[in-house]
């Protein structure tokens, strides 16, 4: 008798048992097979999630503040500018509200970087995230009143950062839901998002042609200008030189540094200046209110650290000499959250002319410095209009930020600065040793330094400065994504462990229905074994009867492991949706 004959015969006498080992293999293949099916459709859901809600954006530059929306433009290959902020909408027709919303402003430019059907929202248009219109229960042509912050690169730690009234409503038309909406934010929930036109979230933001996001699909920056840092760079004509500040009117440490650094290789000198607006300067009862004070290391600065130089305005106002007590009266932040006045002493140490300071020493504020008047300053800090009198508004008039006095930088900068940094901005002068300020020699001195030394020192210091540093980041956004979509949780496994006690339990009783078969099969050996069978052959014709059945229940199995995955997807989706997310 062939050995195919007896396995055939084999299998079919013995069916009762051999389908107790086939159904064991099978709920083990099942049950491991499915687990690993749920692992890979949920790392395959979140990769689709991930693709789907990125497009065709690889890259993300990214900055805190605004720069050129021309930078996309400069990008090879071209990318597509956008503004993109948090916010909240409101229905119109129903008042329902949603938090937590994503606001794009996109145009054409990103419709088509996308290969999105239709056109860009225009004018007051919004578009909602089918997911957040269903929420709402919005439809075409209902109100939408958008509530976006109001921007400022002035941060809110430092005293001129506004900390009320930081957001600004739109109301606007909806023209329809995206289906297949864009996002940035990693997330698995479905998409909350708004889009807006850009020109039109440009304007109500006051960034007109700037924006604060580029998709790209490419991370390589182009020539970024000093601009796009939020870096200002500008030749003064009063003092003649050239003044660094930043559009946050905060200079940080690292740019600090290299501005410094910069300045020294080019055989310049840099001259730190803080500038900060004192509530009252007071000797007695004589008090000059409201008035700007700036740090300096050399001169019309005094020599020592308690010590503070009036101009002959404030010397005369208060009736100072030389000697005098001050008390210097200011705001400023506390880790509390709330607003400190302080006071500190100073010894006149000198008088010195207006004119040994000017305005430009002081950065741009909104609210203070572009008022007509000091009764129509709007600053984000308590003001006692009470305290102006007629000759201070002449001062304004007259010298508007003038400081009225100077004190030692490094002990003003311990009682001022903040994590953001401790100046407000830099003045680069030619030489380390520059003649006296209005004097024939100083002026020839100037003359060829704004000509020659600006470029100059614009390249040198555009070349030091990493983008990354002052906050210009570009972001491989999708790598990242798809790599956080493999996910910190394997279901699959999760799926395996919950299941390991079956899948023991499922082989084990294969084992022994086998045994068991084997054990009753006594006379059936002894017969083989009488006819000739040799102990090898009839150990082979059992393995092969449990490889066939192994096999057998192997490929019952696969259709176990769907059935199984299937139903845990189902859970997944429905009975245990809120939590997985």
Sequence with gaps: MRTSTLLARNLTWYWRTNLAVLLGVATATGVLGGAALVGESVRASLRGLVLERLGNADFVVARAGFFREELAEEMRPAGAPLISLDGLVAHGPSGRRAAGIQVYGVDERFWKFQGLAGSAPRGREILLSGALARELGAAANDTILLRIPKFSA?????????????????????????????????????????????????????????????????????????????????????????????????????????????????????????????NAIRIGAHRVPYSVVTALDTAPAPTADDGIVLNQWAAADLSATVGDTVDLDYFVWKPDGQLHTETSKFHVERVVPVDAGDRDLTPDYPGITESRSLRDWDPPFPLDLTRIRPR???????????????????????????????????????????????????????????????????????????????????????AQSLEAAQGATDFGEYFVYFSFFLMVSALLLTGLFFRLG???????????????????????????????????????????????????????????????G
């Design 154 to 278: 002035i941060p809110l730690e430092t005293l001129h950062g506004r900390k009320e009234d930081l957001g600004k409503t739109l109301r606007l038309t909806m023209s329809g839901a995206v289906q297949r909406p864009f996002s940035l934010r990693a997330q698995q929930g479905d998409v909350r998002a708004v889009y807006v036109s850009l020109a039109h979230l440009q304007r109500e933001v006051n960034q007109p042609r700037r924006v604060n996001t580029i998709i790209a699909t490419q991370g390589k920056l182009p020539a970024l200008s000093l601009a796009d840092m939020g870096i200002r760079l500008r030749p003064l004509e009063g003092p003649q030189c050239l003044s660094l500040e930043t559009d946050s009117a905060v200079i940080s440490n690292t740019l600090a540094y290299y501005a410094s650094r910069t300045a020294q290789s080019l055989g310049l000198r840099a001259q730190p200046v803080l500038s900060y607006l004192a």
């Design 392 to 478: 201070d508004e002449e001062y304004w008039n007259r010298y508007r930020t003038t400081p009225k006095a100077f004190v030692r930088l490094s002990p003003a900068r311990s009682r001022w600065g903040t994590r953001f940094g401790s100046l407000t901005s830099f003045r680069i002068f030619p030489s380390a040793h520059p003649p006296a300020n209005g004097s024939v020699a100083f002026q020839a001195a100037m003359t060829p330094f704004v000509g020659a030394f600006f470029p100059a020192y614009s390249d040198a210091l555009r070349a030091a400065l990493d983008p990354a540093t002052m906050g210009l980041t570009v972001i491989p956004v999708k």
């Design 518 to 580: 084997i054990e009753q099969r006594k006379r059936e050996i002894g017969i083989l074994r009488a006819l000739g069978f040799s102990a090898s052959k009839i150990r082979a014709v059992f393995l092969l009867e449990g490889a066939a059945l192994a096999v057998a229940g192997a490929a019952v199995g696969i259709g176990v492991a769907l059935a199984y995955g299937a139903l845990i997807l189902l859970g997944l989706r429905t009975w245990w949706f809120d939590a997985v």
